[in-house]
């Protein structure tokens, strides 16, 4: 039979990062002389963090800028949210998270991360969940950001798992539609409407049943 590989996005899947990082974004954006709202940072799910800059100073802020002071930026909003992760721990889990993580290891399935974030590593760490994940796929071993499939797609490599054995598991559009064009089982954390096009719609985790990840490592 064909072992099953499961790949897990980090920010609003295990974790929810996304509140720091609207953080360190709405603080440079203050500096900057301009507001950052939550609507606008919808815009920035599953979005690389130099993309996520791009979409503050042009389409937001609307100012003008040199490449120094780009690259500077994208440095400081880093160490702003460095500072503000600084503290997370296993609380930051996000509910029955744990549940799925233990149930797959303890039928030994390949268990991968394959996020956008470069902070990816760190963040398991200071939560406690990195000894769960055979593999790692951070924005730091990919060229190409969601919704290219890149960085699934290494982690099935990684895994020695075939694409279409894999299940993915993202809160984003462009990360269900990387999953989607890897050939992987898709399935959306979060509004339904949103991720529709996922094969497979939970509001978290607490709705995902054993008898449903059986089902999967079965497929």
């Excluded at 096009?197 to 054993?210: G, V």
Aim: proline share 3%; with cysteine.
């Amino acid at each position: 039979m064909n072992k099953t590989g499961f790949i897990f996005d980090l920010d609003g899947v295990i974790v929810d990062t996304a509140k720091y990082h609207y953080l360190a974004w709405k603080k440079l954006a203050n500096d900057l002389g301009f507001e950052f709202t939550k609507e606008q940072n919808e815009l920035f799910k599953g979005v690389s963090r130099k993309r996520c800059l791009e979409i503050l100073l042009n389409d937001i802020g609307k100012i003008n800028y040199t490449q120094e002071q780009f690259d500077s930026w994208m440095i400081e909003k880093n160490e702003d949210y460095l500072e503000f992760i600084s503290n997370m721990n296993s609380s930051e889990i996000l509910p029955d998270v744990p549940k799925v993580l233990n149930y797959l290891k303890e039928k030994e399935i390949p268990i991968a991360l394959g996020s956008a974030s470069k902070n990816a590593k760190p963040i398991l760490e200071k939560v406690g969940l990195l000894n769960y994940f055979q593999v790692v796929v951070d924005g730091t071993h990919v060229a190409k950001a969601k919704p290219d499939p890149e960085v699934f797609l290494i982690a099935a490599k990684q895994l020695k798992v075939n694409p279409e054995n894999c299940v993915v598991f993202e809160d984003a559009v462009a990360g269900v539609e990387a999953a989607n064009a890897a050939r992987m089982t898709s399935i959306g954390i979060g509004d339904q409407n949103i991720l529709s096009h996922a094969k497979y719609n939970f509001t978290d985790f607490t709705k995902i049943s054993i008898q449903f990840i059986n089902k999967l490592i079965s497929n």
